[in-house]
């Protein structure tokens, strides 16, 4: 690792450019990085991240905290075709996400069920928690390819808390692999391999000033970071 004047680049590093998919509690964007420290944020969430709906839908279905890992272990036993949440996809050629809408949509159809004296079986929470998440990864993979199709990154990340969610990174990995057969291009799809960095975690933080340092290493007060990336 780093030596002199910083060091020699980590093992498989990442080729630019990279569109970056963000997905947390608290941040939703899709990022077009031309180099470290160098990027425009294409598209951003208007109201809920992705997180926050699951975490709200969460606490809906009486799923315990954290909210995103328990409705993506319910959904394992649900069949998200079962019902049909909103989508929402804005403008036309729009990178921007709404999510406050499904998480309103799952509420309003919990409510209509018990009012229809319907009972809330462990198979009902599952299929909720399933079609919620279906919908959910739709407008995530559907933006993602839109802006893979059109800015023709090298590399396609992704990243923060939702990333842990297995449906999610299985069908941007199967996406990229389609689009890369149709096009005979080869993007190189990539999330943290371990699911302790796909949330707030110390290795990133030390990412990033080792980048920062082999940028600028005067303007920096560290010497020397070591940082070994999750990817
Ligand atoms: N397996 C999963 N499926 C879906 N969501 C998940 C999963 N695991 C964690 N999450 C969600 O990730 C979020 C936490 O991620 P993270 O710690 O990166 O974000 P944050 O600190 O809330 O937001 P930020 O740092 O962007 O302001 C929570 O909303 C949680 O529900
Ligand atoms: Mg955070």
């Not at 425009?40 to 279905?61: C, H, P, S």
């Not at 309003?108 to 018990?114: G, Q, R, T």
């Given at each position: 690792?780093?030596?002199?004047?910083?060091?020699?680049?980590?093992?498989?590093?990442?080729?630019?450019?990279?569109?970056?998919?963000?997905?947390?509690?608290?941040?939703?964007?899709?990022?077009?990085?031309?180099?470290?420290?160098?990027?425009?944020?294409?598209?951003?969430t208007r109201d809920d991240a992705a997180g926050e709906a699951f975490d709200k839908v969460a606490r809906l279905l009486k799923l315990p905290y954290p909210g995103g890992p328990s409705v993506m272990r319910a959904a394992k036993n649900g069949d998200g075709g079962k019902f049909k949440f909103p989508r929402t996809m804005l403008e036309v050629?729009?990178?921007?996400?709404?999510?406050?809408?499904?998480?309103?949509?799952?509420?309003?159809?919990?409510?209509?069920?018990?009012?229809?004296?319907?009972?809330?079986?462990?198979?009902?929470?599952?299929?909720?928690?399933?079609?919620?998440?279906?919908?959910?990864?739709?407008v995530l993979v559907a933006k993602v390819i839109a802006a893979v199709e059109k800015y023709c990154p090298a590399e396609t990340h992704l990243a923060g808390g939702v990333s842990a969610n297995t449906a999610l990174r299985e069908r941007i990995a199967a996406e990229i692999a389609k689009l890369n057969k149709r096009r005979g291009a080869k993007i190189i799809f990539r999330c943290p391999q371990k699911f302790e960095y796909c949330t707030d975690n110390a290795a990133m933080i030390a990412s990033a000033g080792y980048y920062k340092y082999k940028k600028s290493p005067k303007k920096i007060s560290i010497n020397y970071v070591e940082a070994r990336a999750s990817f």
């Amino acid at each position: 690792m780093p030596e002199g004047d910083g060091g020699e680049a980590p093992a498989n590093e990442p080729k630019f450019p990279i569109l970056v998919l963000t997905v947390s509690g608290g941040h939703n964007e899709l990022i077009l990085m031309k180099r470290h420290f160098d990027f425009n944020v294409i598209g951003e969430t208007r109201d809920d991240a992705a997180g926050e709906a699951f975490d709200k839908v969460a606490r809906l279905l009486k799923l315990p905290y954290p909210g995103g890992p328990s409705v993506m272990r319910a959904a394992k036993n649900g069949d998200g075709g079962k019902f049909k949440f909103p989508r929402t996809m804005l403008e036309v050629g729009s990178f921007d996400f709404s999510f406050s809408g499904i998480k309103t949509a799952v509420l309003y159809f919990i409510e209509k069920e018990k009012r229809a004296g319907r009972r809330i079986t462990k198979k009902f929470i599952s299929n909720v928690a399933a079609s919620f998440q279906e919908a959910i990864i739709d407008v995530l993979v559907a933006k993602v390819i839109a802006a893979v199709e059109k800015y023709c990154p090298a590399e396609t990340h992704l990243a923060g808390g939702v990333s842990a969610n297995t449906a999610l990174r299985e069908r941007i990995a199967a996406e990229i692999a389609k689009l890369n057969k149709r096009r005979g291009a080869k993007i190189i799809f990539r999330c943290p391999q371990k699911f302790e960095y796909c949330t707030d975690n110390a290795a990133m933080i030390a990412s990033a000033g080792y980048y920062k340092y082999k940028k600028s290493p005067k303007k920096i007060s560290i010497n020397y970071v070591e940082a070994r990336a999750s990817f």
